[in-house]
């Protein structure tokens, strides 16, 4: 949807180094999520983001929330060929649609290289 | 997986056959919901449903229809299958967890439409 815009689509990292992928909104969010999807698989839950400002971490990765609550980003710390994958992010808009609906961006694929 | 089951993983149906698709959950979630999935469109909400027999239209709904007659089902069927309803269909649920709301996505269902 081009009401949430993911970048980069794509990206190729080396092993044990960051990598970064950022989710904007064009309109207000209540919450952000992030799943990974492997390909041909189903999309794992990472985290939600509800708070402006709020920050969280699950392993390796780190997930914020901007204080005006229109933009999130994703860090992967020293990545690994199981950080490769495709990186979606999901918008919640309850204040202004129906509870718990989301609209995802098109996702970002990263490659991790030896 | 917060115990979400698609039936069938794989079908190929010929198009203007009825096609129904099975979301089957364990743990009593009040909210779920179907997706698919495209290149070049990322995941898009069909229909959703916030309880038994409540069930309400998402972004792309027109060719489908869904029922909710227990918690732990929801169907999607699609009444007279068409070519563009060939696509990898996602079944998820929300669950409030405190402050934080979780979404859940199933394995998936591919299907073909030919």
């Known amino acids: 949807s081009q009401e949430l815009e993911q970048s980069p689509q794509s990206l190729i990292v080396q092993e044990g180094k960051n990598l970064t992928i950022n989710c904007t909104s064009s309109k207000t969010l209540y919450g952000l999520y992030w799943y990974k999807q492997k390909y041909g698989e189903g999309l794992i839950f990472l985290m939600m983001l509800q708070k402006g400002g709020e920050e969280k971490s699950h392993e390796k990765i780190t997930a914020k929330l901007d204080e005006k609550k229109q933009q999130s980003s994703l860090h992967i710390t020293a990545s690994q060929p199981s950080h490769a994958g495709i990186y979606l992010c999901?918008?919640?808009?309850?204040?202004?649609?129906?509870?718990?609906?989301?609209?995802f961006g098109a996702g970002t694929q990263v490659v991790v290289t030896p | 997986d917060a115990g979400i089951t698609q039936s069938p993983r794989h079908k190929v149906t010929e198009t203007g056959t009825p096609v129904t698709l099975r979301c089957h959950q364990t743990e009593n979630h009040r909210y779920m919901y179907w997706y698919r999935q495209d290149p070049g469109h990322g995941l898009r909400l069909i229909h959703y449903?916030?309880?038994?027999?409540?069930?309400d239209k998402g972004e792309v709904s027109d060719g489908y229809s869904v029922s909710r007659s227990k918690t732990e089902d929801f169907l999607l069927t699609l009444e007279s299958a068409t070519s563009s309803q060939t696509s990898v269909y996602f079944c998820?649920?929300?669950?409030?967890?405190?402050?934080?709301?979780?979404?859940?996505f199933g394995q998936g269902t591919r299907l073909t439409v030919v």
């Open positions: 999901g918008a919640d808009r309850r204040l202004t649609d129906s509870w718990g609906k989301l609209q």
């Open positions: 998820a649920i929300s669950e409030s967890r405190g402050a934080d709301t979780e979404a859940f």
């Open positions: 449903s916030y309880g038994v027999k409540d069930t």
